[in-house]
DNA sequence: CGACTCCTTGAGCAGCTTCAATCGATGTGG
DNA sequence: CCACATCGATTGAAGCTGCTCAAGGAGTCG
């Protein structure tokens, strides 16, 4: 599920189950920077990430902007309320996802086991909203921005020798939006853990985590 | 659904059908100040708050507290995920909610009407979430404060004249927990308020809004 | 009446934002 | 191939918002 704090490191979940494939698993690629589905849509489809990273965002009507989301490879998205999207969705890659009817959250359609593991999924969902939600509402920057790079390596990055590496497919703006900062606060952030010894940056978009035990107590803050 | 940034006064709804009765609604009263459920302990019901007011709290390892949600008549409250609670929930005042055994929200235990119910209620609370979320990270105090009279007042208040009146049953600790904001802040966004002719407060904890208009004005924030 | 709790108000400060300039990477045309 | 334009990232300086610390007020309960 997501980038959330918790930040443990659940299984890819296929759910394109051998029951489900004819009746609902519609596969499709997405361009960087195409749209899945913008807030408002009514909601046909429910979409599983198989490779590639969007961005869910909402805005407010002042054109401030909310990043909810970041979703990886295994993470459901684009649940409704009250039959509509609420967020849009645009990939930051070029991206596959697949799609299932609506139907197969609502009643499973056919399939029990596919109709279980996106309500569970939607469950996961909730609580990754809160963990969200205590981030934003309780943590300094220093702490959301540590948050942020311990889940996402821990998650989604890749083991580089002893440390932790991953590509960052989002600018840091969409992290700064993500986590109630400007850009030139992630910015700031990013440099105090890169001379602080805790992170190293390949290019912006590149980190390694040296020091991972740091990065998490800093994630945690001051007691 | 519990206190977000969408005021749309949404119908309780009764999940108590004839037929689920028997099987699942187990009614019970909750005095003020009891915990419902803990953080970590297994999920058994999920919760349908009947009368009363519930408070749901997440806390960090150092101590800081962030209030998630509060409970209002008609909201589902516990849902699971990993078969845990993520949250304490106490009651603000004398409660009543109905249970709900969890396989009626995993199933339907015989009672698809209530099933889906459940969904639909799973739905909501991500979308009520992501408003969460949306408040906590772009807006600033004022905005917030306004917000949540705002939401509280329309959802759960009740008509005085021409003008919408409520009691608070939560404190002032309480609702900066759930802005992530200080006591403080809450209390002179509450004067200012007072000050400006939008509201009146008889004690701390009933408030009256004098103008609706420009407590939403207030809550969108500035352009 | 006194003790307690919660709310309010004030003063000073810290953290984050704002505004602005520079750097660095990437791409384009001459 | 290099000059230049562009866009995102970084860094700096100054200001404001909200926090911290502290005191006083108001309501409640023994």
Redesign the pocket.
């Known amino acids: 599920m997501y980038v959330t704090l918790s930040a443990e490191n659940r299984p890819i979940q296929d759910l394109h189950s051998a029951q489900s494939v004819a009746r609902n698993a519609l596969p499709a690629r997405l361009k960087a920077g195409k749209h899945l589905y913008h807030e408002g849509d009514e909601v046909e489809y429910v979409y599983q990430v198989v490779g590639g990273v969007v961005r869910l965002t909402r805005m407010l009507e002042n054109g401030r902007r909310q990043v909810i989301a970041f979703g990886y490879p295994g993470d459901i998205i684009g649940f409704p309320a009250d039959g509509c999207h609420h967020a849009d969705c645009e990939a930051l890659v070029d991206t596959t996802i697949r799609a299932y009817r609506r139907a197969a959250l609502d009643h499973g359609d056919g399939d029990p086991d596919l109709h279980m593991a996106l309500l569970q999924a939607a469950l996961q969902e909730i609580s990754a909203m809160q963990d969200h939600v205590m981030m934003l509402g309780q ?6 921005v540590a948050s942020f790079l311990n889940v996402i390596t821990s998650r989604h990055g890749e083991n580089q020798g002893v440390h932790r590496r991953i590509a ?1 497919p ?7 939006d993500f ?14 853990l ?2 602080a010894g805790v992170i190293a ?1 390949d ?3 590149t980190i390694t985590v040296l020091r991972s035990d740091a990065l998490l107590e800093l994630s945690r803050g001051a007691d």
């Open positions: 943590k300094s920057a220093a702490e959301r960052l989002m600018c840091r703006n969409d992290i700064a986590l109630g900062l400007t850009t030139e606060t992630v910015s700031r952030s990013f440099t105090a890169r001379k940056l290019g912006a978009q």
